[in-house]
């Protein structure tokens, strides 16, 4: 599969070749669903924290005598029935990951990728270099190209200038190939690649 290359004038730069192992797979939304599904359980800290009835700090003596009161039996005011007593079952501090195997992990990516491309939703451009970090440069140029919601992906190294001024452009996201990910992609309207990072992405899969 060919793509015409643009410059970020939004001029002509030439065609580029794209794999039909990455860009041309039959997109399956229950391995990307699953990818991410992994990448947002990975994100989350899990610090909530909600306290028991052994962490309330709250006297352990018998609220009233057992019998002959008419009430029902009830030893402890810390039990979770009671107003500022300890939670029952409450959330606890722990991790939300779980394995995903690494054969999954890649087919989601090319799946994702090929979700892009067959939507018409993918646009490669010569490199990622900006004379200046000049966010109102930036944003015209963008603005010719029709992108007003995209994920940017260069090479291994940014230009800093580029990434400087694309910082500020909401709903614009920049990062390296390596950093690429499902849910980035997934998450912005339009990706766009440098040959840089084509090439990267070809290297990674053959």
Do not use: C
């Amino acid at each position: 599969m060919e793509l015409n290359v643009k410059t970020l004038e939004g001029k002509d730069a030439g065609k580029v070749s794209l794999s039909d192992a990455i860009f041309g797979l039959e997109p399956r939304e229950d391995i990307i669903a699953r990818v991410i599904r992994w990448q947002l359980a990975k994100k989350r800290q899990g610090t909530h924290k909600a306290k028991g009835r052994a962490e309330i700090a709250r006297t352990g003596a018998k609220m009233y005598k057992q019998k002959g009161t008419g009430r029902a039996r009830h030893h402890s005011a810390r039990a979770p029935q009671f107003r500022g007593g300890g939670k029952a079952h409450g959330p606890v501090v722990r991790s939300h990951e779980h394995d995903l195997p690494k054969k999954v992990r890649a087919l989601g990516l090319r799946l994702a990728l090929s979700a892009k491309f067959k939507a018409e939703d993918v646009i490669v451009l010569d490199n990622l270099v900006a004379a200046d970090a000049k966010t109102k440069a930036l944003a015209g140029a963008f603005e010719t190209l029709g992108l007003t919601n995209a994920l940017f992906i260069g090479g291994a190294e940014l230009d800093s200038n580029f990434k400087l001024a694309a910082a500020n452009i909401p709903n614009i996201d920049v990062l390296p190939v390596q950093g690429i990910n499902v849910y980035d992609i997934l998450r912005r309207g339009k990706l766009v690649l440098s040959k840089a990072a084509v090439e990267a992405l070809e290297e990674r899969f053959k």
